[in-house]
């Protein structure tokens, strides 16, 4: 015994706006999911990086040392030379925080302005939906 027409009708009755919301949160769900993993590889990539430049100039520390040692390079111009070193050093160490600092609060202006958007997206469907709340009313009393 098969179904009545209408009934099989409004049974596969589809709402656009289910439609674009359910596929819109599914990606938006994956994507969520996928975003520790991706973090966590850019941050073992540079941290691999990072142990890789750090043993590079520990091996050339190795093989040049001696090397240096032999050329009885004056003191006073190793101690220039470590100043200098120590200057730069420091220039670096500084533009990491400031960096770093810039970032975290870049982060938080754009987190806030998404917030901003959220609210006046919220504000401004609330205040379509009253508008079409209203047209259908209009529109109902006409016919």
């Keep these: 015994m098969s179904k009545p027409e209408n009934v099989s009708k409004v049974?596969?009755?589809?709402?656009v706006c289910d439609v674009l919301k359910e596929d819109t949160s599914e990606v938006i769900r994956k994507l969520e999911s996928q975003t520790p993993a991706l973090f966590q590889n850019y941050s073992n990539l540079y941290t691999a990086y990072l142990h890789m430049f750090d043993d590079l100039f520990?091996?050339?520390y190795i093989s040049e040392k001696e090397f240096f040692d032999k050329l009885?390079?004056?003191q006073s111009i190793l101690k220039q030379i470590k100043t200098n070193s120590e200057s730069i050093k420091e220039v670096y160490l500084k533009n990491i925080d400031v960096n770093t600092k810039y970032i975290?609060?870049?982060t938080k202006m754009k987190i806030s302005a998404i917030k901003s958007f959220d609210n006046y997206m919220h504000v401004m469907m609330e205040s379509y939906?009253?508008?079409?709340s209203q047209f259908n009313k209009s529109t109902n009393l006409t016919k």
């Design 58 to 60: 520990g091996t050339c």
């Design 11 to 15: 049974e596969n009755k589809i709402s």
């Design 72 to 74: 009885n390079i004056d």
């Design 129 to 132: 939906g009253k508008f079409l």
């Design 104 to 106: 975290d609060e870049y």
